[in-house]
């Protein structure tokens, strides 16, 4: 007979109940693993496709693909911008004055006034526009006085105000000045207040009292042309859109006498460049992570293909995006202005070629990617299929493998009791042979003895 010691129960059970369920647990790894690595690279694709989704907008969401710039000959006078829709061509301007909202700044408001009896005072400008001020909602410590800073206070949080006029205040000479400034530049931005309802007398005289004025409400005054022989422009505001396609801002007024400055408005052929270049390089990027998540492998040389090697929905989705590049949107098509794709599908851009189509219809750039029927919305109209919140595929493919996962956590369980059971169950069987050997063992000793003493 054996050692006793030749049997280890739990060893053996573990051995037995390993292989009882080795088979289902190598299939259940297997598929574990699977889903794992199709929840990285749904993820994968699911930043690649944002990615790429957030270049075409951040390009959609530009009024024009084109580029141009629109430089004064003195920047200290005027600057402006394009919006890419204006024509090519040179102004002239002469700024004789500047728009300017009026700023007024009332002195000797007392230090203290009751709030119980400081009335009303209403508030009107040159526009037309006008609100009433309850002086007493200004007790902002509730101790029934108001201070100069909480009757300022009562008038910017007036109901009407909606920022037409601004109040603050000022020390000076160790006395509060009360400013007014209106919302708005333009002659129509004069404040003129009314007092007859004001409660407290020093208020009403301190208010009546005629005011410094910090800054007169005047109107822009600028010639298109020479200065007093152009076309005489008179506006509230300091910005002119008078030219198609350009927002311009004057910031200083001509001294007489000098000459006019001057805008000129080009094509910036090296930033539509840019703007092309992003999209290029926005989807050569996604191709790049779909040619990853498609690959095939190599056999040969021992290569594993991906995940979504032979996912008819993601090879799908590759090819759709590589067609709409071929597609004509508005008669214009990509390849046409200087973009081609190699033997892989790279997409590469010659700017020459760029340039040549630009020249020859520069409108049609706008028309091929801009707007809501070309190559940008068509991307993001097919990208919105997969990204989509509610019903995109990625969401619904992530939902069915949160919903395999689940059941491969339930299926482990279930494994992982099986394995508990068999080994239990081998654990006493074993256990009960190794005492059964031990006795055996011993009755095997007595009777050795005796043969021995006979």
């Known amino acids: ?43 994968s694709l699911r930043s690649a496709l944002q990615a790429f989704q957030s270049a075409i907008g ?16 003195n920047t200290a006078v005027a600057n402006a911008s394009t919006n890419g829709s204006a024509q090519a061509g040179s102004y002239s301007f ?18 203290s006034v009751t709030a119980s009896s400081a009335g ?47 109040a603050s205040v000022m020390t000076v000479n160790g006395q509060p000045q009360l400013l007014l400034t209106a919302g708005k530049t333009g002659a129509g931005s004069q404040i003129t207040l009314n007092t007859t309802a004001v409660g407290d007398s020093s208020l009403q005289n301190a208010l009546n009292a005629a005011p410094v004025v910090l800054a007169a409400a005047d109107d822009a005054d600028v ?12 506006q509230a505001s300091n910005s002119y859109t008078g030219i198609s396609g350009v927002s311009i801002n004057f910031t200083q007024a001509m001294a007489p006498g000098t000459a006019p400055v001057t805008l000129t408005v080009a094509a910036d052929n090296g930033g539509t460049a840019k703007n092309v270049q992003s999209f290029v390089d926005a989807y050569n990027t996604l191709k790049q992570k779909l040619d990853e998540l498609t690959d095939t492998g190599d056999a040969a040389s021992g290569k594993a293909a991906s995940v979504f ?38 997409l590469s851009l010659n700017q020459s070629k760029l340039e040549t189509a630009l020249a020859a219809n520069p409108s049609g750039l706008d028309q091929l990617l801009g707007g809501s029927s070309g190559l940008l919305a068509g991307n993001k109209t097919y990208l919105n299929l997969w990204l989509g919140s509610v019903n995109g595929q990625l969401k619904q493919r992530q939902e069915s493998l949160d919903r395999l996962q689940t059941d491969l956590t339930r299926r482990q369980d279930q494994l992982s009791q099986r394995y508990d059971q068999a080994f239990n169950r081998y654990l006493l069987q074993f256990t009960q042979l190794q005492t059964l050997q031990s006795r055996m063992s011993d009755t095997n000793g007595i009777l050795a003895g005796l043969s021995a003493t006979q």
């Open 1 to 43: 007979m054996s050692d006793v010691s030749s049997i280890n129960p739990s060893q053996l059970a573990q051995q037995l109940a390993t292989a009882y369920t080795q088979q289902a647990q190598t299939l259940l790894d297997s598929q574990s693993q699977r889903a794992s690595s199709t929840s990285k690279a749904l993820q």
């Open 58 to 73: 951040s390009l959609s969401g530009k009024s024009s693909v084109l580029q141009q710039t629109a430089t004064f000959s």
């Open 94 to 111: 002469f700024v004789t004055k500047l728009a300017s909202a009026n700023q007024l700044a009332y002195q000797g408001v007392p230090t």
């Open 120 to 166: 009303t005072l209403g508030v009107s400008l040159a526009d037309g526009s006008s609100f009433s001020v309850t002086l007493g909602n200004g007790d902002l410590d509730g101790d029934g006085n108001l201070t100069p800073t909480e009757i300022a206070r009562a008038i910017n949080q007036a109901a009407g105000n909606s920022s037409k006029v601004a």
């Open 223 to 234: 010639w298109l042309g020479a200065e007093n022989s152009g076309i005489h422009i008179q």
């Open 309 to 346: 090697a032979s996912d008819a929905g993601i090879r799908s989705l590759r090819s759709k995006l590589e067609s709409m590049l071929r597609q004509s949107f508005n008669s214009q098509t990509l390849f046409s202005y200087g973009v081609s794709a190699d033997r892989n599908g790279t």
